[in-house]
């Protein structure tokens, strides 16, 4: 009579709705508190941002083209879906050095986040959107539009935390995104890629890639068909930051960089940061017979 | 419906005949206009301009001078400063005093008030900035006495009221000025680019370090004696003049809190580069290659004038200018036809006469620009037609241009020209229509005609533009913001969007 053997999960990337292994075929070793190993995870490259974008590319017009209410809707879902598995995500906090207490706070945030900007959805044109009283005779209003495709590197530290409260507000206002998890803690990630396949998320509209920064800084910033790159590491390293700006200009990327400490502070959630990844569209219509 | 069976070959072999049944009126034989010209001599230019810095006017500190140039007669109108390093470094210095001592401590009404009297100063010498604009520029007369300085005033009169209720403006959040603002202007529309960068900045209680552009320096020159004559605290305004090598020095000066720039997106591209790892603040407002995309159900005489607006208003030197002309494949013969009799009446010449509608190109640089693409046009295999007025034998000016049988790929359908330049491609559906609008790196603006209201929504919506002009073309107001997608910049200027460009947010 032996032990029985526990199955262990193989931790792959979330690209395009389907979990994919790195085409790459690398992968890096990913430790727990007591430093003994957890997992593999995939050291993505060039070619898997590539095909993230293309990806998070296609599902812009069917995601973009959802009605507000239903964008909100699908928000709600994931973090219905995020409640139930709750027990999962503490005990994958707790293997890489969480406290239980600690563990169950993080949880609760992220799902209350979700409810937060879920709530938006609906909301913010209203909030930010404009008619504007001209001196002619036209009828003409501002309303924000999302930018289009987000790549994004998730916070290193809170991995579930910080990488839901970045996610958050680019989808609710209708882009799409290609986020990098957290380098050193990339599992919780993944997991949470497994909520949002069962959310009613089009496939696309999240995609999530595990591997290392600095080397897909390159790739993540130059690609000329993404709109923006979002970043909120505090201490980022200032020749990167330079770098991070400069490959921007190579297409007039917006470059956000929203730099935040600790994810469970209360001005950590706001609707400026969904306009952020919102464009202005201004339309003029004649008024008359 | 036989005329709309046309096709295209025979377009193009019959020449215009302006007594043919087609052509409906003949303006060019049997009516012709007398000279209507505007009054020069109420307009005073001095023969050379220094920096305006610290509410003084300042000579060069390296004594250097440009020439400033009417491209509708090639002489010299007056001469501008070259701004050095020497120079940028007074401007911005007493901009900070400004600020720290002064702007950003009164009251906000009281800023209010100073920005009002602004607006008010513009009003009543309008007629002088708008005979200056076009011996500076080369527009119309009747454009800029009509657009340019009105709305330049208008701008001041908006943002004005602004100054006091920006709590109103950001809910949730506390907005507080930037500090110092560099501003770098194009020469297309002088004072009302001038307008829109100013007017935000000081309602918002920054100060500013302006440059015009070289071409173009004379109006916010005279703006700076209007400064004087409001009695705005010195520094809060100061105009830097130069090339853009100047504006360079503003771009990259450390004690500047925000960028905003107009001009073409490679420009725009080098000054984000420049501030790359800074924490100032920019916005970028840069090229375009508007689609003006006409459906079948389109009112066809009014989308002619439309057509004619988008591409000829300001010799087409406009950055959102409706220069891709889409027509849906079933009347584009009929709307060809009639672009080119509307073309024929169109008055090219002196920019000081009440009957132009195209004045002069704005410099011998752009103007050998232009011809390079109709060049190009050309021998990428495009068919071009020019209308057939006559030009004066002085100064820079272009006939204005259709060209037909492009394709998505040729340059002059990818490139901003900035010139009277219109390249006209046709599509079946609408999904066609929007591809081909959205098929280019820019989204600055684009029009759509028709006569469903339901299609001017759907169409508005999937076009990447920040402007949509539906059933009119190139209008412009302070309430209204106006900026780009993609390529076509960042941030929006004008309307209540127009003033987070100019400060930070707090809780």
Redesign the interface.
Known sequence: MSDRIEVLKTYKTYIGGNFTRTESGRYYKVYDGNDEILANACQCSRKDVRDAVVAARSAVEGWSSRTAYNRGQILYRIAEMLETRKAQFIEELETIGYKNKGAKAEINDSIDRLIYYAGWADKYQQ?FG?I?????S?F?F?MP?P?GVVNIWAPDDQPLLGLISVIAPVIVGGNTCVVLASEQYPLCAISFAEVLNSSDVPEGVVNILTGYREELLEHMTTHMDV?AFFYTDPNID??Q??????N?????K?IIRKPVKNWQEE?TQ???FITEFQ????????VGY | MAEEQETAEQIKEEAFKPSSPTSKLNFKDVWTYDDAPQSTANAKIDDQYGHFIDGTFQKPVKGRYLPSINPATEEELSSIAEGTQQDVDKAVKSARKAYTKIWSKIDASERGKYVFRLARLIQERAREFAIIESQDGGKPIRESRDVDIPLAAAHFFYYAGWADKLDYAFPGKNAHSLGVAGQIIPWNFPLLMLAWKVAPALATGNTVVLKPAETTSLTALKFAELCRDAGLPEGVVNIVTGTGQTGSLIVNHEDINKIAFTGSTEVGKIIMKSLAGTDKKYTLELGGKGPNIIFEDAPIDQAVEGIINAIFFNQGHVCCAGSRLLVQEGIANRVIRKLRDRMETLIVGDPLDKNTDIGAVNSEQQYNKINEYLELGVNEGAEMYQSSCTLPEQGYFCRPTLFTNVSQSNRIVREEIFGPVLTIQTFRTAEEGIEKANNTPYGLAGGVWTDKGSKIFKVGSKIRNGVVWANTYNHFDPTSPFGGYKESGKGREGGLQGLYPYVKLEN
């Open positions: 909030v404009t504007n009283p001209v001196a002619s036209h003409n501002s539009e930018t709109n200032q020749d930051r330079k770098q991070i700006d400069e921007g200009a190579l297409n007039l917006h001005e706001s609707p400026y464009e202005t569209k201004t339309t003029w219509h004649p």
